[in-house]
């Protein structure tokens, strides 16, 4: 009877593991091509939080830089990540690097 039981749970647990499931899980800041679009050189920290929202991250260190950082994972590792890296100067947008769109991604400003 003892080993009825201990094969019955055993076949349970062999069943029940291969029906296991992970969410696709996805962090961080979506944003959409025509709101980086609008984001140009010389707009205000400001009025890039009000076209592209708060970043992810915020550099304590360095307040002049901004990432917007999105990852995609599916079944527990990570499948995509992608980046939108601002730079500052004197409150004013000079630069944009990244991935997140990379066909519009690379604007720069010249300091005058």
Known sequence: MKSITIIIALIFILFSSA????TP???GNVLVQEDVDEVKPGMSKRQVALTL???????PFN???WDYINTFKYKGEIDKVKRLTLY???DKLIKTEGNY????NS???EDK
């Open 53 to 59: 929202g708060t970043p992810a991250i915020a550099d």
């Open 19 to 22: 029906c296991m499931y992970k």
């Open 101 to 104: 769109f990379p066909e519009k």
């Open 88 to 90: 500052f100067h004197d």
């Open 107 to 109: 604007t720069t400003i």
């Open 63 to 65: 307040q002049d830089r």
């Open 25 to 27: 899980v996805q962090q």
